[in-house]
T-cell receptor
């Protein structure tokens, strides 16, 4: 089975802090994604990566950056956390070719 | 870009059949997928339709009509554990020959005893 592991399940951070959310997958998938999920808004794409060191902006990249130094690891960075970034963050992977998206368990971030 | 429309909430009773609809607008079509998400959990893959017609997997079936840009998820013999959010998703071509999954806003299914 594919395993997608997000390093932190629950975090509480202060406004202005730098926040790192880590995601590791064990199936050598090329594509990795970061989504945020908010009630009534579904899953919105923040950034994605289709290869090591490659990254592309999604629909809501403002306030975020990403890093993919190794194929199995895709990190989401909040340079200066703000309260409107309080949300659930989901990492996902997708083989190519393939039709199935595999998600991590999610990271619940609260910014106070 | 892509946009998907699905109802925000559906309620049903145990043992019943329920259908969750999804309409989409796409610049190119590469299949329709369905995902289930329980409260506090991660979405998990349920089904994928690339061609018109019905795909059946146990109690769950998924249907696609490409000419109508429409699909649905059919859940039969509903159980309490089916209470969850259900998302339809399509894929959008992106850089490097990859595809970006785009999701609907999700349908909350509430199953009553």
């Amino acid at each position: 089975d594919v395993k997608v592991t997000q390093s932190s399940r629950y975090l509480v951070k202060r406004t202005g802090e730098k926040v790192f959310l880590e995601c590791v997958q064990d199936m050598d998938h090329e594509n990795m994604f970061w989504y945020r999920q908010d009630p009534g808004l579904g899953l919105r794409l923040i950034y994605f990566s289709y290869d090591v060191k490659m990254k592309e902006k999604g629909d809501i990249p403002e306030g975020y950056s990403v890093s993919r130094e190794k194929k199995e690891r895709f990190s989401l960075i909040l340079e200066s956390a703000s309260t409107n970034q309080t949300s659930m963050y989901l990492c996902a992977t997708h083989p190519e070719p393939g039709n199935t998206i595999y998600f991590g368990e999610g990271s619940w971030l609260t910014v106070v | 870009g892509q946009s998907l429309e699905q109802p925000s909430e559906v309620t049903a009773v145990e043992g019943a059949i329920v259908q969750i609809n999804c309409t989409y607008q796409t610049s190119g079509f590469y299949g329709l997928s369905w995902y289930q998400q329980h409260d506090g959990g991660a979405p998990t893959f349920l089904s994928y339709n690339a061609l018109d017609g019905l795909e059946e997997t146990g109690r769950f079936s998924s249907f696609l009509s490409r000419s109508d840009s429409y699909g649905y998820l059919l859940l039969q013999e509903l159980q309490m554990k089916d209470s969850a959010s259900y998302f339809c998703a399509v894929r959008d071509p992106a850089s490097g020959g990859s595809y970006i999954p785009t999701f609907g806003r999700g349908t909350s299914l509430i199953v009553h005893p």
